[in-house]
């Protein structure tokens, strides 16, 4: 399965790499895909590509990347067993943010990249991404939390969380956002408990049915 989701990842990467409709890509140096473990049980969604990031072709390899990847550690996981990617997948204009059409020009590979690693929970990054799962929620009151959401009939858990940039521009929003990723590492725990009860409850009826 493993070698399956790997390669479903790299057909969409080269469909990306060809598609010219994509608005970004002329002032883009590289396609950020997205990068990590295909069989992840947790995505991050970011924004989009930094300068970087599009020097690279690697999403979070900068500033905010390098807080990202402690942040990571603070929930108890590796950057290598996650999968990191982004609303949009080249680097948009002096850094500014994605317009409405953009992120609706990439939605449709970011939907294919869920649907091919099909986690238990996506962390989202900042507003936009947040934006994808909770249309309605302001980041200020929701960091943190965790949302159960059916998401194109798939039961997802959501966690949004602000931006790691947000962090390094404000020292409230740094502490507060490590604290939100030490609450992660319950909630991943939380969110494996329940998994492996559903998978023994179906065990155990399996076992009264032989
Ligand atoms: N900020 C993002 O949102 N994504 C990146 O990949 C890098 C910085």
């Known amino acids: ?20 409709s994509l608005p970004l890509r002329s002032n883009a140096t590289n396609l950020v895909f997205g990068e ?14 930094g300068y970087w990031e599009d020097q690279k072709g690697i999403p979070f390899v900068g500033n905010a990347g390098a ?3 402690q942040l990571i550690v603070t929930a108890g996981l590796t950057r290598e067993e996650v999968f990191i ?28 990249m869920i649907k091919i690693i099909e986690p238990e929970i996506i962390v989202t990054l900042g507003r936009f991404s947040m934006g994808k799962f ?25 966690v949004p969380m602000y931006h790691p940039a947000a962090g390094l521009r404000a020292t409230g929003v740094k502490e507060q956002t490590i604290e939100d990723f030490k609450k992660l590492s319950e909630i991943l725990k939380e969110v494996n408990d329940n998994e492996s009860e559903k998978s023994n409850e179906s065990t155990g009826e399996q076992m009264q049915l032989v």
Do not use: C
């Open 85 to 112: 990617t982004n609303v949009v997948h080249h680097r948009p204009p002096e850094n500014r943010d994605p317009e409405p059409s953009e992120v609706a020009a990439y939605q449709p590979y970011l939907d294919e």
């Open 36 to 49: 990590g473990n295909p069989e992840t049980e947790v995505m991050f969604i970011g924004e989009g590509p």
């Open 134 to 158: 909770l249309p309605n929620a302001r980041i200020s009151s929701v960091h943190g939390k965790k949302f159960d959401v059916n998401w194109k009939g798939r039961e997802l858990v959501i």
């Open 67 to 69: 807080f990202l990847n």
């Open 1 to 20: 399965m493993e070698i399956q989701k790997g390669k479903f990842l790299s057909e969409l990467k080269t469909k990306m790499k060809n598609d010219k």
